[in-house]
């Protein structure tokens, strides 16, 4: 009888373990979107700040004298187009293609990296013309409000960097299939709020 009771109890430690699994999984995701949310705080502010001081030139130049409307439209369009590779990789990742998986968020590391070098070459470009943060009220919550977007993209390209050299190592294990999920939610994220960006500080900032 004694044996016979032995394995439901051997059993039982694997089924906590697996639902402490499954309630960690819950915890992080929950998390995450709270980060995402206190994201959202941030932006909210600094796009206000664009709002009440985006007509403060101090006569100096205007967003229709500076901004170049061809390149960020183009530079807008590597990083909707990064958005879909990623989409591509989670696909690749729900079938378990490593190699895939991997070959598409190379993709949009580069997509990324790309966007950042030319929002630094726009950057070089203004503060050589003399547009530089201090000369305006309107420039300064420029360099913020578009500076602070291309650091969360940095900082996204290192976070992506760091998830497939895990990939790479450990496979599509269900921690790495996680950090795939909450990076796409991130890389989402930053989409929309550029999308935000263009429209209010470029295409609006053009037009004044």
């Known amino acids: 009888m004694h044996e016979k009771a032995a394995p439901p ?32 705080l941030i932006f909210a502010v600094l796009f206000a700040c664009y709002g009440v001081l985006g007509r ?32 591509f990789a989670m696909l690749e990742m729900e079938k378990g293609g490593l190699r895939g998986t991997l070959r598409w968020l190379t993709a949009t590391g580069l997509l990324g990296a790309l966007f950042v070098g030319i929002e630094l070459y726009e950057f070089g470009h203004l503060i050589s013309e003399g547009a530089t943060p201090q000369r305006s009220a ?9 500076g602070t977007h291309g650091l969360h993209v940095t900082f996204g390209i290192i976070w992506l960097v760091t998830l497939m050299v895990q990939v790479r190592r450990y496979g599509l294990n269900a921690d790495n299939q996680r950090r795939i999920m909450c990076l796409s939610m991130f ?5 929309v709020i550029w999308i935000g960006v263009f429209t209010f500080v470029y295409l609006m900032g053009s037009m004044r």
């Open 9 to 40: 109890g051997a059993t039982a430690p694997v089924f906590y373990e697996q639902e402490d699994h499954a309630h960690g999984d819950g915890g992080t995701l929950i998390g995450f979107w709270l980060y995402l949310m206190s994201d959202c």
């Open 56 to 87: 403060n030139y101090a006569a100096g130049p205007s967003g229709a004298d500076l901004f170049d409307l061809r390149l960020v439209a183009f530079n807008t369009g590597l990083l909707l187009v990064s958005s879909i590779t990623y989409g």
């Open 138 to 146: 309107f420039l300064s919550s420029f360099y913020v409000l578009v």
């Open 187 to 191: 890389w989402h994220f930053l989409d």
